[in-house]
């Protein structure tokens, strides 16, 4: 049987365009965050000389983990994905993967980055990796449409890639792994609130039970947005006092953290759209910029 000029023509575009629809499901916008941190940490935990080829596997391991989680995420919230401008034309809603293609490439990848993380590099990284993907999809993702909650639920595993890189560099865990935990930790509650504030009509067509959602005025929003902001300063000058890092570093994440506040008390007095975003613009300078000299003067 005989191709049509017009069959012929569109056979070979379509393998490259359902590849990059499963690609999309990864949420590579957010991998490259998660990647960054795992990096972070597994130089900053390096006590010694720096195991490239330990990195490479705990990288590659780790996108894979990401993107599993990241296709998990979308295939659970393919409904809610449906009802909000910002996501109706991801790959699952706008009909262009299934679901069912979206659950088992969602958990082969997941799956596939914890046996990675168990052969190639250790088994506390791979454990912590497990434990990362169950509390994002099986824990945060559903407690989204049900608690205000999920949000400091979901700040756990988001914070997790800095203990993974530690951990796969030392296969251990001590207090300066957890101090890097916690400045992730409390780096994503006034990111996200921002966030949740620009985007809050769309949250509540999908039943979003975010804290910029469920109050009227904003006001429980701005709390928040200053008393994480405000402990992330001292939290994330911990490095430098236990000798992690050097002064520069220290002087540096203090002046950094005072800039990332003075957004968040803007963000929290005017409760606009406006500040929202420079909250949210300033939020990803501070975490690259922190991170750089967190390398720079590494003790």
Same mark, same amino acid.
């Given at each position: 049987?005989?191709?049509?000029p017009?069959?012929a023509?569109?056979?070979?575009?379509a393998?490259?365009?359902?590849?990059?629809?499963y690609?999309e499901?990864?949420?590579p916008?957010?991998?490259w965050?998660?990647?960054m941190?795992?990096?972070v940490?597994?130089?900053?935990?390096?006590?010694?000389?720096?195991?490239?080829?330990?990195?490479?596997?705990?990288?590659?391991?780790?996108?894979?983990?990401?993107g599993?989680?990241?296709?998990?995420n979308?295939?659970?919230?393919?409904?809610?994905d449906?009802?909000?401008?910002?996501?109706?034309?991801?790959?699952?809603?706008?009909?262009?993967?299934s679901?069912?293609g979206?659950?088992?490439? =969602? $958990?082969a990848?997941? /799956?596939?980055g &914890?046996?990675?993380?168990?052969?190639?590099?250790?088994? *506390?990284s %791979?454990? #912590?990796?497990?434990?990362?993907?169950?509390?994002?999809v099986?824990?945060?993702?559903?407690?989204?449409t049900?608690?205000?909650l999920?949000?400091?639920?979901?700040?756990v595993?988001?914070?997790?890639?800095?203990l993974l890189?530690?951990?796969?560099?030392?296969?251990?865990l001590?207090?300066e792994a957890?101090?890097?935990?916690?400045?992730?930790?409390?780096?994503?509650f006034?990111?996200f609130?921002?966030?949740?504030?620009?985007?809050?009509?769309?949250?509540?067509?999908?039943?979003v039970q975010?804290?910029p959602v469920?109050?009227?005025d904003?006001?429980?929003t701005g709390?928040?947005?200053?008393l994480?902001g405000?402990?992330?300063?001292?939290?994330?000058?911990?490095p430098w006092?236990l =000798? $992690?890092a050097?002064? /520069?570093?220290g &002087?540096?994440?203090?002046i950094?953290?005072?800039?990332? *506040?003075? %957004?968040? #008390?803007k963000?929290?007095?005017?409760?606009?759209?406006?500040?929202a975003?420079?909250?949210?613009?300033?939020?990803?300078?501070?975490?690259?910029?922190?991170?750089?000299?967190?390398?720079?003067d590494k003790?």
């Amino acid at each position: 049987m005989r191709l049509e000029p017009e069959a012929a023509s569109q056979t070979p575009v379509a393998a490259p365009s359902a590849i990059w629809d499963y690609f999309e499901l990864t949420k590579p916008n957010v991998v490259w965050l998660i990647l960054m941190s795992t990096m972070v940490g597994f130089y900053v935990g390096s006590s010694t000389q720096l195991h490239v080829s330990q990195l490479i596997h705990t990288v590659l391991a780790t996108a894979l983990l990401a993107g599993g989680c990241g296709a998990l995420n979308q295939w659970w919230e393919r409904d809610l994905d449906a009802r909000m401008t910002r996501t109706e034309n991801r790959p699952l809603p706008s009909g262009r993967v299934s679901a069912n293609g979206s659950l088992w490439f =969602g $958990l082969a990848v997941s /799956v596939g980055g &914890v046996i990675y993380l168990a052969v190639a590099v250790n088994w *506390l990284s %791979a454990v #912590i990796g497990a434990l990362t993907v169950l509390s994002y999809v099986a824990i945060y993702t559903p407690l989204k449409t049900r608690s205000p909650l999920a949000t400091f639920v979901g700040a756990v595993p988001g914070a997790a890639p800095l203990l993974l890189g530690w951990a796969a560099a030392r296969n251990a865990l001590g207090l300066e792994a957890w101090v890097l935990f916690f400045i992730l930790f409390l780096w994503q509650f006034p990111h996200f609130y921002a966030i949740g504030w620009l985007y809050r009509e769309e949250y509540r067509r999908a039943g979003v039970q975010m804290l910029p959602v469920i109050e009227k005025d904003g006001a429980g929003t701005g709390r928040h947005v200053v008393l994480y902001g405000f402990n992330l300063i001292p939290v994330s000058a911990a490095p430098w006092v236990l =000798g $992690l890092a050097g002064p /520069v570093y220290g &002087v540096a994440a203090i002046i950094l953290g005072c800039l990332y *506040l003075a %957004a968040g #008390i803007k963000m929290a007095r005017h409760r606009t759209e406006q500040h929202a975003r420079t909250l949210l613009r300033v939020s990803v300078i501070y975490l690259p910029l922190l991170y750089l000299f967190l390398i720079a003067d590494k003790a």
